[in-house]
């Protein structure tokens, strides 16, 4: 039976300390206490218990996945916590600063109508494509309109290679 601590066992499962204290509480997660008062976890029976008994106080919504992060760690066997590792106080401040002023800026050029959100662009492109789409599709009525000579056929000619300028366009898009 190989015994690992309450932080060694949420980094295994991937989820908090806190959760793994609340699982040994409640009962969810069995846990052995040391003769000095430590509590450990049994590692080979641990991932199999969490799941059956997590998974049924959440409704088997359960899901077995890694965290996800914004930034890649790095392993737990090289984080020190030596003096190397920690960045001198100017260089962190410095670099808040410098964050800082390029958050700032963002929110100027936008208060300046620089910076559009994208949602808002994607809006107007669909109504400038729609509005394109629709004259174009009206162009054989309006031609009829113009020239009351054009006989039926020119008329689904014309409609024809509209719809064709337009099917091409769409399948370039796709692409």
Do not use: C
């Amino acid at each position: 039976m190989a015994l690992i601590t309450r932080p060694d066992a949420a980094r295994e499962l991937g989820v908090t300390v806190q959760s793994v204290y609340a699982a040994i509480k409640t009962g969810r997660l069995s846990a052995v206490q040391t003769d000095d008062g430590k509590i450990l976890i049994d590692n080979k029976t641990m991932k199999k218990e969490w799941k059956s008994k997590t998974a049924k106080k959440l409704g088997n919504k359960f899901k077995e996945e890694k965290p996800t992060y914004v930034f890649p760690l790095k392993p737990s066997s090289s984080i020190s916590k030596t003096r190397e590792s920690i960045p001198d106080y100017e260089e962190s401040r410095a670099r808040t600063e410098h964050l800082k002023a390029e958050l700032l800026e963002l929110d100027r050029q936008q208060k300046q109508g620089l910076l559009v959100p994208v949602a808002e662009v994607r809006l107007k492109w669909i109504e400038v494509i729609t509005m394109a789409r629709t004259k174009l599709m009206g162009l054989p009525t309006k031609a009829k309109q113009r020239i009351p000579e054009l006989d039926v056929t020119a008329m689904d000619h014309l409609d024809e290679i509209v719809r064709e300028a337009l099917e091409d366009l769409a399948e370039s898009q796709a692409a």
